[in-house]
Every structure is written in C-alpha cells, then in structure tokens.
C-alpha cells in the first residue's frame, strides 16, 4: 500500500526559506514519478514542482527560480526547498506520486498523479 507523509512546514517570514520532506512507502521509485503541488484556501490545486526517476524535472511558473525538488532514493524521501518565501507562497502542500514516466516540461496536472499525501501546511507572514 503507498503512503505519503510530508514533513516540514510551518510559519517562516516573508524573505525565508523552508524545506518540505515527503517520506514515500510502498513503491518503487524506478516505475513512478513524485511531485509536490500547493493548495490555498478558495484556489484550485496547483503544481509547484515534479521529478522522474530519469532525473527530468518540471516546476510552476510561480515558483521557477525560487524552488529546487530532489530525492535522496536510499532514504525513499523527496524534498522541495523553497526560498524567498512570499506570502503568496502559503498555502497546503501535498507530496504525490503517479505510475509512467515524466518527461522534462511535462505540464503539472494533479490528474497525472494517483497517490496523494495528507499535505503540510506553509505560511508565509510577518
């Protein structure tokens, strides 16, 4: 059975940084690709960042720049760093995982993915 548990957010000032960790169980990572995708209150589910296990990678146009995703496989862990925090940037951030192959600039849709995590909360405020 897969099972998503993210760890790490929290209250950061604007101007901050914070790392997110997703820890993944049940399934291997060569056959699946991982994401992270951000929530706010009243707007719809949206893509911040995904990576295959080719080492392809997408991330939002609202976060470019700003964001960095990795794996570190030996601990079957995902992380998201985000930096320069704005207050835009908080929100509910959920790890997720879907089965296939990702491809570099593969568009962030959260109907790619199957496999949801129960999402960690990030705020950004002074």
């Known amino acids: 059975q897969v099972h998503l548990l993210e760890l790490g957010g929290g209250l950061v000032q604007p101007g901050g940084s914070l790392r997110l960790s997703c820890v993944v169980f049940?399934?291997?990572?060569?056959?699946?690709?991982l994401g992270w995708f951000r929530q706010a209150p009243g707007k719809e589910r949206e893509g911040v960042a995904a990576?295959?296990?080719?080492?392809?990678?997408t991330y939002g146009d609202s976060v470019k720049g700003r964001v960095t995703i990795s794996i570190d496989n030996a601990a079957n862990t995902l992380f998201l760093e985000l930096n320069n925090l704005k207050p835009e940037d908080t929100g509910m951030y959920y790890c997720?995982?879907?089965?296939?192959?990702?491809?570099?600039?593969?568009?962030?849709?959260?109907?790619?993915?199957?496999?949801w995590g129960q999402g960690t909360q990030v705020t950004a405020s002074s």
């Open positions: 997720a995982a879907g089965s296939g192959k990702w491809y570099w600039g593969r568009p962030l849709s959260p109907t790619s993915f199957i496999h």
């Open positions: 049940g399934l291997t990572y060569r056959n699946y690709y």
């Open positions: 990576k295959g296990n080719d080492g392809s990678e």
